[in-house]
């Protein structure tokens, strides 16, 4: 027979893949059909012309971070390295990312969060907040200057800016989905191992 608690954390383990799945199905969708700005030559008069619309596009958030963050705030053991590591990669090989930079830039990240809330059960939603913006903020600064040594292209600092701030908008949004709709709460004292360590 299963022990209930093994068995509790590897069906939430499987709904963190799903929702993780999801996620990167998400960004990937073509959502923004507007053309860019083409120029093209008039073959009767050899004009310079264009074709399309410029728009301006607004850097939404990083939902796989704030997602990993809030399951490792609340349950650690229900989002293992092992688990986290593979999400990432698959994203990097999605959306033709640098391999590995950007998990490896963010396990360290994820692993201050973990130790955070193995270090303590009360952690308030702000605090959380805090933490959790500030570990993602340095590991873009840190990925930014990986792209910088390597000339690999980047964004410009604008839109890693607005990328920020739109992913710390998201996450008090993040909280609540993980809160009230995937029931993925803090664990109780009695929840708690011998080590002390959250289940």
Do not use: K
């Amino acid at each position: 027979m299963v022990d209930p608690i093994t068995w509790r954390r590897f069906q939430y383990r499987i709904v963190f893949l799903v929702v993780s799945a999801l996620i990167i199905f998400g960004q990937l969708l073509p959502l923004n059909t507007t053309p860019d700005v083409l120029p093209l030559i008039d073959p009767v008069s050899g004009a310079l012309i264009q074709e399309g619309g410029s728009y301006f596009s607004l850097p939404g958030p990083d939902w796989l971070f704030c997602l990993t963050a809030a399951f490792l705030m609340r349950r650690p053991r229900w989002a293992p390295v092992v688990l986290i590591v593979f999400v990432h990669l698959l994203a990097d090989v999605l959306y033709l990312r640098p391999l590995g930079l950007w998990p490896a830039i963010s396990l360290v990240a994820y692993e201050f969060l973990r130790r955070q809330t193995n270090a303590s059960n009360e952690v308030s939603v702000p605090l959380e907040i805090a933490l959790v913006m500030g570990a993602f903020t340095a590991a873009v600064v840190v990925n930014g200057l990986f792209h910088l040594i390597f000339a690999v292209p980047h964004p410009s600092l604008g839109t890693v800016l607005l990328h920020v701030l739109t992913t710390a908008i998201a996450y008090p949004f993040v909280i609540a989905v993980t809160h009230f709709i995937l029931r993925v709460r803090r664990a109780g004292v009695r929840e708690l191992d011998s080590d002390g360590v959250i289940g």
